[in-house]
């Protein structure tokens, strides 16, 4: 069994399965990783990709399956084994304490016992060396996305790793700090070390990796090098089909609809020690068009989500207005009441209450604007039109669940999301703030809810769109405006916008230097 | 060596909701036999005298029903505020604050007399036991104060304010120097369901039609919802348009009022007049009570009957068997101990696991990493 | 000056039993678990050591003994809410009400009962120095191991691995399961702690404070050191300051209540007013003044929520069931 081996491979995964209740969520997967590459590991939302690395790194464990390292059989029983072996790991949802600085983050994952300031030289030194600079007296709380995700990363090599797995590492990037990131891993490869890369973004896969290993609902649908795959190949083997293209018909006299949603000098000052204060935003969404808004992750958008839907309210009535009123000193029932309507970024515990019906999280949002039909006399609920409601919302956005009226936390992401977004778009709301509306979202699915706003926005609605991914809002956006720090671009008309300027925005170039550059474009 | 583990259920279990609180009441009753046996005392026979005797005959029942009525009614109060997830524990405090003011009509206008009376106190004892639950409410949402702490320290405050009171200006002139107040008239005397059977008073009643109107105000009622949307996930109360601070105030005024309540119609019913102690600790059992019935106020009538049992079942085994009546309290510990780690069951199942031991085996559980 | 010293004296005596179980239940709330129970561990250890204490004769014995039944009492709650992911608040206060109830059972025989109480060091030559000999040589042995335990936990949170790891837990424990660290075998340890603590603090108040049980004895001092522990925003040396501040107030009050007016007349006149005027107030809100100096503190530390905020350790109080 052993010769069958190859020696050049650094790690061997045979058959490995988990099982998640009836959700086999890895199913016999096989996977090599050569000595001094860069895998991809593809794959959609759901397609169990995290799953197989945390078995890969210890935190799950597997149900069968068998892993060999250098040659030799393992069992990854828990991290710190892995990281014995010399399997390092940059997580998606960071592992980082805020409340610690960075050096103490670093050391927490070293099991030797030096001191944290030699730790901390130690750090500074190496992240200067690979480019990533860091400070590592800083608090993580005070640190941007990008800042953490380098953490994680010196973190990760000063363990001095064979293998370093990197989980959807650019999400929390822009393209230029991609780049960087991409010249760092690539030396890494130089100097010897594989890297398994996961990703769902084909061009970055295409550009960067040596083979690729592509998983379809948790099971293994092809190895190919993906320098010879076109962008729309391996989209078909992740999805299994062709994902239907959006369809964004022109806006036609955008120019001269009225401004349904207007915010003007909103300024907010930072609620916690960590937030990040707004200042001066200015932005309105005309009837019929869909605007977009960049940027990093951590950079106001969820303050200012909070402040456009009056579950923070501000100080000048003037700096929210819908549908041509004052709208900054409502709460957000009050604005739904205009006419508005909201999807936050985090579905469970936040757009829904994860251990409460989908019927009740209908109600969540909409027991004010549907009052008459969902609350009678007396402040009694009226279960049975609310059902019926949340049925019709269930076959409209075609939910897929286990049973008739399950709990939001059964539901998967993707499903859940739907009826998020079903729950608003029933009302035919006039205005529609949506936070990362496909985050986590599979590809079928995500197609869906993006045509569905658009189609809103054709019949006369304002849609604003607030997405980390780039891609989707040039999919879907007729301008975009970027948020870096609390502060607000203007919105590039679409015609014009290009991830580089985007990008650059997304970094915190002067918004002067992006209208220049728009003026000579 | 070996340890528990917990599995996450996909969907609550229907079937140990059910069953949890027999569970755990089954196995308090194990537990409370094998402290019986260590205390020299034949189980069974300290049962027979615990649980059996105290309720066999029906004025005991009516003595029954008199213990219990206070404890439903401040338990469905409180059921109110930790389905909010907002931690009054200061409820013995509103009690007693309930049973100073409700007292202020016949203590200082002995001479007002008529049918006006009783409800002027119970409104009054409503009114203090609100107010006093207002000072934490009002701590929490000013300056985001911890209020189980604010609300416990209160407590200690409510029972010496009330001891200064009962020996001070309110002592009875004529009372031999006893520290308490003047005997309540006939019409500050909630009077007995049904005299010739026992000495159970409206009080009980009151506890029923409170334990229904909450029922229907979290099972039906928006409000209810709103409850149960801001204590389960308070974000998505937020996003829902629910004010937290409202909420803060809406439920400790609620269950103030009523533990208020429950403490006026203890003083006007069962004791008819002011003492320096007037409460066995009925704000604390309360909070048994209240999770023994699973925050449900259906629930919290049958637990508020089975407490009341240990109270009496307590003063029972004192004079029969000589043990002290310490022993009810260490039953509701126990009760309350039980039925908060049956209550793990709805969420999750248990596996025992020796640390030694292969973990290949299939082990379902929600799927929660994407 | 001899005055002063008896009640510098009598201040630590107060405030070491606040100081200890503060000081426990601080490690608890650094590793992300909020356990109320502290009324309920320091009334066992309380019963525990007068218990002990009384059948062996040996006052030490039952300072162990205290220590040991508060860290087993507090074993009933780390299964609970460790293993069983049981609710804190709830758990916290039914292991209280438990102990209540258990210590008063336990506690039947030995009322009334004379117990032998700790002696006080003595180091001849210095502890009778002037004014700083009783102060510095001649107290308990409690409070010695109170100031020591203090600056022992101090140097361990903030200045070893195995604190770090604690604080990092507190503050993110999934975080802190990610990376492979224990999470729950540190919270357990931590849990056991503070029912130490919480045991060797009603030990104190049962073989040095008062030597002799008294049901209900621990008078809502566990409640005041959880407290105590909020207004310190999870420092020690300022739960070192406020314990000192509360061990004073609970002295002044008992001092003032115990004054005979009459001992002053020959005093000046401002003073023999000055303590006239605090006479004439009733002994139950002298006696209340503990209570509510803790909702006042309580009050001016929250009022600061950036402090506050910063301070708290972010997992606090979170169930943690790990992914498997």
Redesign the interface.
Known sequence: MSANHDRANLLEVRGLTKIFGTLTACDHIDLNIAKGEIHALLGENGAGKSTLVKMLFGSLEPNSGEIFWDGKAVRITSPGVAKKLGIGMVFQHFSLFEALTAAENIALSLNDGSPISTIAAKARALSYSYGLPLDPESLVGDLSVGERQRIEIIRCLLQTPQLIILDEPTSVLTPQEADKLFETLERLRAEGKSILYISHRLEEVKRICDRATVLRHGKVVGHCNPRQETAASLARMMVGNEVKAVVRAPAEGIETAPALLEIRGLTRKPATPFAIPLKNVNLSVRAGEVIGIAGVAGNGQGEFFEAVSGEVLQQDPGSVRIRGKDAGALSITGRRLMGAAFVPEERLGHGAAPRMKLSENLLLSRHATDGKSFVGSGGMVKNASVYSAAQRIIAAMDVRKSAPDPEAAALSGGNLQKFIVGRELDRKPSVMVVNQPTWGVDAGAAANIRQALIELARSGSAVLVISQDLDELFELSDAIAVMHNGELSAPLPIAEATFEKIGLLMGGAEPGHAEHTMETA | MM??????R???SALFSVLSPFIAFAMTMIAGAIMFALLGVNPFNAFNVYFIQPVSEVWQLHELAIKAAPLILIAVGLSVC?KANI?N?GAEGQFILGGIFGSIVPVLFPDFEGPLVLPLMLLLGMLGGALYAAIPAL?KTR????E???S???V??AR??L??LVR?PWRDPQGHGFPQTIQFGDSAVLPELMPDAGRANWGFVFALVAAIAIWLMMS????G?EV??LG??P???????F?FNKMVFFTFLLSGALAGLAGISEVSGAIGQLQPVISPGYG??A??VA?LGRLNPLGIVAAGLVLALTYLGGEAVQTALG??D?????????L??FV??C??LIQ?R?RLVGFAAP???????????? | MDITVNILLTIATAATPLLIAAIGELVVERSGVLNLGVEGMMIMGAVGGFGAGYLTGSPWIGLLAAIIVGALFSLLFAVMTLSLATNQVATGLSLTLLGLGLSGMIGTSFVGQPGGRLPNLDIPGLSSTPVVGKLIFGQDPVFYISIALTAAVMWFLFKTRTGLTLRSIGDSHSSAHALGIKVIRYRYLAVIFGGACAGLAGGHLSLVYTPQWVENMSAGRGWIALALVVFASWRPWRVLAGAYIFGAIWVGQLHVQAINLQDFVNAPWVIYQVIAFIKSFPSQLLSSLPYLATIVVLVLISRNKRLTMMNTPASLGQPFVPDR
Do not use: C, H
């Open positions: 340890r528990l583990e917990l599995v996450k996909p969907q609550r930790y931690w524990i701590l300056f985001s104060t911890n189980i702490l604010t416990l320290m209160l200690y405050v010496l304010f001891d200064w001070g039906r009622m928006l409000k919802f149960r949307v389960s996930s974000r998505a109360g937020r996003f829902a348009g004010g604390f059992t909070i048994i999770f043990i002290s310490k022993m009810a309290q260490v039953f509701q510990g126990m309350l101990f908060l780690g209550d793990t999750y248990i973990k290949l085996e299939a082990a379902p559980k929600l799927e929660e990493a994407r």
